[in-house]
Every structure is written in C-alpha cells, then in structure tokens.
Nanobody
C-alpha cells in the first residue's frame, strides 16, 4: 500500500552531517508510522529512529540519541533523518520502513514494519 525510496546517503568525513530522506507513495502518509534502521556489514540490523503518526512522539536508538533527529512532512509525504557528528561507526546501509499497526506508536525494532525501502549507503571516513 506504500512504496518507500530512500535518498541522501553518501560519503562524509567524521564529524560531518548528512540528511536522509524517505519518500513515500501513499494516499495519506499520516496513517503510517515510520522507522529508520541501519545495517553494517557483518552486523545485525539496528533500529535508529522512528516517528509515530503523532509528530510529537519519536524514539531513538541509544547509539544515535542526541545526534540524529527524525521528522516528517505529511503534506510532502516524506520523512527525514538529520544526522550530525557522524562517526565511522555510523557507516551502514540505512533503510526506512512503514507500518500501520494500531495505535500508531512506533518502536525502534523491526517487528511491526510491513513496508521497507531499498536502502541508501552512508559511509563515514576517519
């Protein structure tokens, strides 16, 4: 019911910033909660952040709290992830995902997300 396309990844030096975007194809984005996940080579997929159908509720993984900020623009049908003070440990493929489970409160874990994008590569050099 919704297709997701990530963009904004690339190569950045440690200490730099990147903004990732997730463009959604849906009749109404506001019905979905959105999560960002990442997976580095040889590691398990990790929850990064999520935003509920209510814009005021967000969650962040401990490793990114204070450095990453998630936001959504329902009118433009996009969700962004602003990343600052990046380190090599942030290198991974970043995925956005969407879910419709009630009551619409998100969590930074994979269960509950039914739709996934193809991912965008983020590489942070030392």
């Amino acid at each position: 019911q919704v297709q997701l396309v990530e963009s904004g990844g690339g190569l950045v030096q440690a200490g730099g910033s990147l903004r990732l975007s997730c463009a959604a194809s849906a009749r109404t984005l506001e019905y979905y909660y959105i999560g960002w996940f990442r997976q580095a080579p040889g590691k398990e997929r990790e929850g990064v952040s999520c935003i509920s159908t209510r814009n005021g509720h967000t969650e962040y993984g401990d490793s990114v709290k204070g450095r990453f900020t998630i936001s959504r623009d329902n009118a433009k049908k996009t969700v962004s992830l602003q990343m600052i003070r990046l380190s090599p440990e942030d290198t991974a493929v970043y995925y956005c995902a969407a879910g419709l489970s009630l009551p619409g409160i998100c969590a930074v874990r994979s269960p509950g997300y039914d739709y996934w994008g193809q991912g965008t590569q983020v590489t942070v050099s030392s």
